[in-house]
């Protein structure tokens, strides 16, 4: 079943044609990756196929409306906000149905602090603007793994000043 299809996508900026014609189909347990030399449009695709920036021309559809979870190659943080506020992003219940799921929303919290602390990050409480630009990677990077509802999961270099133990620690703990 595919969930994401990106059709004949076209994207330029200024007087550079970043993509032209480029299709990608994501299908359900698909794991794909995009290799390519810096500036050819990897992450202007992953944008445009996450929502957001529009194609010049061409069509992103997603199937039945899923859900996509993106981390960007640099996230953005509201620099006030905390570690945990950060990550509780992507796992927030809306506040129609907070009362009812207080114990999940508990649960929910339970399993952020769980692994922020195997990601060196147990200072839960500490302003997001205050984190070394790893730290705020790897913020992220859990912010988008455990988004909930998220069917298709698009990563723009993840792992970027992460060690592989850490990555490694990362992806089991979500699991």
């Known amino acids: 079943m595919i969930l994401l299809n990106a059709e004949k996508i076209s994207k330029g900026y200024s007087n550079r044609q970043l993509l032209d014609g480029c299709s990608l189909a994501v299908g359900q347990g698909d794991k794909i990756g995009l290799i390519g030399v810096n500036g050819t ?45 950060q990550v509780m992003t992507g796992v927030a219940i809306d506040k129609a149905r907070a009362r009812e799921a207080k114990v999940v929303q508990q649960a929910d919290e339970y399993q952020c602090k769980s692994i922020l602390t195997q990601l060196g990050l147990s200072d839960y409480d500490q302003p997001i603007g205050q984190l070394s630009g790893g730290q705020k990677r790897r913020a992220a990077l859990l912010r988008a793994l455990l988004c909930r509802d998220a069917k298709t999961l698009l990563l723009d270099e993840p792992f970027t000043g992460m060690d592989a133990e850490l990555v490694e620690d990362a992806v089991a703990a979500t699991k």
């Open 41 to 85: 449009g990897k992450s202007t695709l992953l944008k445009v196929m996450a929502g957001v920036d529009f194609p010049d021309s061409g069509t992103v559809t997603r199937s039945g409306g899923v859900r996509v979870a993106y981390l960007p190659q640099n996230p953005e943080f509201a620099p006030e906000t905390t570690v945990l506020q």
